[in-house]
């Protein structure tokens, strides 16, 4: 065999064990690649009962305990809500007059320099008009500020819803009871009655 025969078998050869190889490794490829897609198909497999039960439960709990939360929440505010309408009820009632005492006082006043006048006073004139002053602005603010109105005058009609009949007396030009004399004054607030005027009656007489 010539050494240009020789050589062409062993450059054959060469390429032939080349392609071996090559043909080797593209195998040890695709067997590396079968075996990824087998292991990721192995973890991307369905998840059994057991375990979606779990989880299942597991975000019941967690609702759970958020719920739960949120009723102390509402259940402590409600609470405290109550508390501080308990507290507001019972200065309302504690306070309730403290305008009204608030506005006396001037009267209050007025009448404490009205009775130091009247130790050194030389006209009892003038010490009955400060007293009738200091009655007709304290009338004046009850009615205005505090809706408190004076009823019962001589001559109106007997009403018993409102009037107090402390006795009768028959006269013969009366046609219907009427109020003869006012002992006592009745007072209304707003439209309800505090206190019942109390007075003598006019009566037809028999």
Same mark, same amino acid.
């Given at each position: ?30 067997? &590396?690649?079968?075996? !990824? ?15 979606? &039960? ?32 308990? $507290? ?75 009037? !107090?009949?402390?006795? %009768? ?22 439209? %309800?009655?505090? %206190? ?6 006019? $009566?037809?007489?028999?």
């Amino acid at each position: 065999m010539s050494e240009e025969n020789k050589e062409e078998v062993q450059e054959e050869q060469a390429e032939n064990t080349a392609s071996a190889a090559e043909n080797a490794s593209e195998s040890e490829e695709k067997a &590396a690649s079968a075996d !990824e897609n087998s292991s990721e198909e192995a973890t991307e497999a369905p998840k059994s009962e057991l375990e979606l &039960a779990n989880e299942k439960i597991a975000g019941l709990e967690k609702e759970l305990a958020e719920l739960k939360d949120k009723y102390l929440r509402t259940v402590a505010e409600n609470d405290n809500w109550r508390k501080r309408m308990i $507290v507001q009820k019972d200065e309302a009632v504690a306070y309730a007059n403290a305008s009204l005492l608030g506005d006396l006082l001037e009267s209050l006043d007025n009448f404490d320099r009205t009775v130091e006048a009247a130790a050194t006073a030389t006209d009892p004139k003038s010490i009955a008009d400060g007293i009738t002053m200091i009655n007709k602005s304290l009338v004046s603010m009850l009615e205005n500020k505090y809706n408190l109105v004076a009823y019962g005058t001589a001559g109106d009609a007997f009403d018993p819803d409102i009037h !107090e009949a402390i006795g %009768r007396v028959e006269e013969e030009d009366v046609k219907e009871e009427t109020l003869k004399q006012v002992y006592l004054k009745g007072y209304k607030l707003k439209e %309800r009655v505090i %206190r019942h005027a109390k007075v003598m009656v006019s $009566v037809p007489k028999a």
